[in-house]
């Protein structure tokens, strides 16, 4: 067993270093499904399969085609005729022995008369290249079941990505430049205390040279106070005021010439951001005031116990403060001051997490579920990212396509520019018209281009018309899409097989936001954009 | 107006099939980029790679396979291609790029050329030899979720080295060996001792307490005082440290208390410098064992996240000792061994004997997890991100083929949309920098040095070699002679290295004229005469040269795109011969234009 798990260590290190070992564990226990093994289902597949999820299955009723061969690593010559689910699985299980590879050869459509509970057992479902309508179906079937829905599928030099999931939560978002949590401006007890025990005035130059740069900026802020009747300071002139104030208690030589120490200039580095007030913002708050958060049932995932729990915290015992996060930066110091100051945050941080977790008990208890049902892992590292904790919810597809519920909005304020993405989501709109009319994509055929180009160009206005979309689409971009005939050229495949995979990543280990809801690759300009739906 | 240019996939797809195209790494990036080719219709296609296939490439470099650990990454990545696609005509080369059998007739037999390279040398070098031979170049590099795309064309764009870069972090000999602060210089030393201990011997990478720190004013009336403390050691300075290890046996023990105890009480006796700094405290490999309260571990998860005490670090260090000591022996005399950040007992080795010098020089230690990525300069890398990348390059490459370099762009790829919403930022090319000392019409440039203290073979190693990325120059002084002061012929000049600059009357405002005939390339080097150059500073560059990058906005974005995926390719950072530039940042792609990064990124640029 240790033996395995170094293995997989070795194995999987550099990917361990961006999500760790609880998002690896969580990788392992996912099983995903994706719908049609083309060029750019195995892409993302095989991207998801590398890193070493537990298990796919992939459905897909079509027989391997000489076509799929010419633009699929997955699918060889000798494929030809067979059907596609199995002969895509096979080559995809040798990327990795670790994962669990099924299929089920028949169509989405057919699962979806049969068994449409079948979806129902999956971390999570990818469909790729899919007809409007099976899109629709499916996208109903795992809205009302829960599992995340990720569509996905490039058309020519486009790609699209749609998320569908009524709700994701995120413990670990990642933030990109956090602040710490140190508590400056409203010390708690036992870091007063832990401050109050250093004497800057009467201790020896080295000492003083090796206190770490948070005991010196709450010293001096102590005096600040006193004489600023207790308000921190605020602008840009009371803040270099201060630093002047730390600059003054470097310890002087002889002569009266300052020393260098360095953990004063740290000090005076760090003054920007420590003394940022302890407050909890709006997106935090927003979670507290939530209905799933009020209304705590036997049925409430355990994201929305912990966050009522951190409210109940926040209201009865933090003096309106989030649980402390019980991490310091590195700083200088010797070991023993270091460590002596971290332990003070990490207990604290400890103490609040219990406090937290009596407070998980008492809900899990008053809907009468036991109280292992969360771990106290769980509930510490929830604490430790409570200031980040994110949820996102997107729009049903339902929603998207209805006539009523359109966001009509995002669509006519994104068309400003005629050239952006936005029009490119709505020609391939137009095409899924196109092909509910006439049972097949425009320009599949080259002899059929130009005929094609009318055609299209009446599904184009009447979706405008349709949804009452007050904007014009070139005809150039017309002509473009029926040039395209609906190929699927590996190498936007392969970005796409790369960034589909990596929200698929991002959706399973639960951590890092994924994008809301709607994302458009044009391959040919190299750009991206992302929108509401 | 790109739109009604049309795709240029379809009406390419038949003369792509002429084309032969170089691929330079077949690791991370360049195992998606020749699956992406031969199904894009390229069929004539050669990849070098010098490197063999790690356990860790696995998650993310598709083409191999656990039985492939240890072949040749070119020859599997080309086998395993034509598994699937067997019409394609692959030549795959177990080589490094710079070798000179790849000089610029082989480059000009490319209509194209792709780096996937994961280190600054090579990608210096490629991007000199597609400039001699004057044949487009698309470079790439990623960093965990970070990637970036560029085009290069001779007098059309910027080349790789127009735009400064980062310099790569050195540390001062005397921080190493006499006054480590910070984790770093605790590795560094590990790395140096391992290689002392078991690897090639390197005079640049001394371990033991360095007597001529510039901080200490010699005092003759101490020199007695430091002899006796230091009985033991100045005898083993007279033998090499390999030596001395092998003399006792690799004892464990002795090892633990020279390393750990004497040298250290040696240093205290260099009082002056602990007056401001704490003084590092020696620890004795018997006091410890009594101690021995084994295992308090702070950190929780996998065994490698965790930070073990002294007592376990002690026990840590004496196992890998005998570990390696014996894999020495199997080797047979005269062997060596190369620390590899992926073989566990020299991880090991590192891991221990770092943070036992972190404890005693009052530093927080840390766990072998955190060595591994600061001694192994590891990047994170994943499949999605180079997936992402390979798929640009290649539609780069159909612009460049379909004659719209023009079109091409500058791409970045972000961790998430930006704030406008964007995933990737295309940015156009920049036209070539003027004074740019690689791709101007005449490069110059102007060094300051010491001409008397200068040897020529630090002129040609560190000045040309290192810091210019040349591979065999040769010098000539323009002193109406054209003196010959470094042949690339072997055995021709080699007399001449052991003497200072000033020896053959170079002085300042002297001019070198510097070629490199593999590169095609020719340098003009003015000497500036200085003698007050900073402590441990050999040379400066003045003017518009590497040295002066730009301020990066903020800390985390440098620390963000300051990184390269050391994927593949040329001579691994990790092995040998990489230590003086021992750093965070490897040299890489996404370094070397970290400085184009960080200038496009908010508020500084149009197009995020």
Known sequence: MAATKTAKEQKYDRQLRLWGDHGQEELENAHVCLINSTASGTEILKNLVLPGIGAFTIVDGHKVSGEDVGNNFFLSNNSIGRNRAQAATELLQELNTDVSGNFVEESPDKLLDNDPEFFHRFTLVIGVQLPESTCLRLGSVLWNANVPFLVCRTYGLVGYMRLVVKEHTVIESHPDNALEDLRLDQPFAELKSHIQSYDLEGMGKKDHGHTPWIIIVAKYLEKWFSEHNFQLPKNYKEKEAFKQLIRQGILKNEKGTPEVEENFEEAIKNVNTALNPTKISNGVDDLFNGEQCNDITSQTPAFWVMTRAVREFVQNDGGGNLPVRGSIPDMIADSEKFINLQNVYREKAMQDASVVSKHVESLLQSVGKPSESISEQDIKLFCKNAAFLRVVRCRSLAEEYSVETVNKDAITCSMDGADGEMVLYLMLRSVDRFYQQHSRYPGVYNYQVEEDISKLKLCVNSLLQEYGLNVSVKDDYIHEFCRYGAAEPHTVASFLGGSAAQEAIKLITRQFVPFNNTFVYNAMSQTTATFQL | ?608
């Open chain 2, 1 to 608: 107006a790109l739109i009604s240019k049309g795709p240029p996939y379809r009406k390419l797809a038949d003369s792509l099939s002429a084309c032969r195209v170089l691929v330079v790494g077949a690791g991370g990036i360049g195992c998606e980029l020749l699956k992406n080719l031969v199904l894009t219709g390229f069929k004539n296609i050669e990849v070098i790679d010098l490197d063999t296939i790690d356990v860790s490439n696995l998650n993310r470099q598709f083409l191999f396979q656990k039985k492939h650990v240890g072949k040749s990454k070119a020859q599997v990545a080309k086998e395993s291609v034509l598994q699937f696609c067997p019409t394609a005509n692959i030549t795959a080369y177990h080589d490094s790029i710079m070798n000179p059998e790849y000089n610029v007739e082989f480059f000009r037999n490319f209509m194209l050329v792709m780096n996937a390279l994961d280190n600054r040398a090579a990608r210096n070098h490629v991007n000199r030899m597609c400039l001699a031979a004057d044949i487009p170049l698309i470079e790439s590099g990623t960093a965990g979720y970070l990637g970036q795309v560029t085009v290069i064309k001779k007098g059309l764009t910027e080349c790789y080295e127009c735009q400064p870069k980062p310099t790569q972090k050195t540390f001062p000999g005397c921080t190493i060996r006499n006054t480590p602060s910070e984790p770093i210089h605790c590795i560094v030393w590990a790395k140096y001792l391992f290689n002392q201990l078991f690897g090639e011997e390197d005079a640049d990478q001394e371990v033991s307490p360095d007597t001529a720190d510039p901080e200490l004013t010699w005092n003759p009336a101490d020199t007695e005082a430091r002899a006796t403390a230091s009985d033991q050691d100045g005898d083993i300075k007279r033998v090499s440290t390999k030596d001395w290890a092998r003399s006792t046996g690799y004892d464990t023990v002795k090892l633990f208390n020279k390393l750990f105890k004497d040298d250290i009480q040696y240093l205290l006796t260099m009082d002056k410098l602990w007056k401001k700094r704490k003084a590092p405290l020696p620890l004795d490999w018997l006091e410890i064992q009594k101690l021995a309260c084994p295992q308090e571990v702070t950190g929780t998860g996998l065994k490698d996240q965790q930070v073990l005490g002294v007592a376990g670090y002690s026990q840590l260090f004496s196992r890998s000792v005998e570990t390696l000591r014996s894999m020495l022996a199997d080797k047979g005399d005269g062997a060596e061994l190369v620390w590899d950040k992926d073989d566990p007992p020299a991880m090991d080795f590192v891991t221990a004997a770092a943070n036992l010098r972190m404890h005693i020089f009052s530093m927080n230690m840390k766990s072998r997890f955190d060595i591994k990525s600061m001694a192994g300069n590891i990047i994170p890398a994943i499949a999605t991100t180079n997936a992402v990348i390979a798929g640009l390059i290649v539609l780069e490459a159909l612009k460049i083929l379909s004659g719209d370099v023009e079109q091409c762009r500058t791409i970045f790829l972000n961790k998430q949309p930006n704030p406008r919403k964007k995933l990737l930022v295309p940015c156009a090319l920049d036209p070539p920098s003027a004074n740019c000392y690689v791709c101007a019409s005449k490069p110059e440039v102007t060094v300051k040095l010491n001409v008397h203290k200068t040897l020529v073979l630090a002129l040609q190693d560190k000045i040309l070699k290192e810091k210019f990325g040349m591979v065999a120059p040769d010098v000539q002084i323009e002193d109406g002679k054209g003196t010959i002061l470094i042949s690339s012929e072997e055995g021709e000049t080699e007399a001449n290295n052991s003497k200072f600059l000033s020896d053959f009357g170079i002085r300042h405002g002297s001019r070198l004229q510097v070629d490199d005939f593999l590169q095609d390339y020719t340098l003009l080097v003015n000497v500036i005469h200085c003698e007050d150059l900073e402590k441990d500073v050999e040379f400066e560059v003045v003017g518009d040269a590497p040295d002066k990058a730009p301020t990066p906005p903020s800390a985390q974005e440098d620390k963000n795109v300051a990184n390269g995926n050391k994927d593949s390719a040329e001579p691994s950072t990790s092995s040998k011969g990489d230590y003086q530039t021992q750093s965070f940042e490897v040299s890489c792609f996404v370094t070397a234009v970290g400085a184009i990064i960080s200038r496009s990124q908010p508020p500084f640029g149009p197009n995020r």
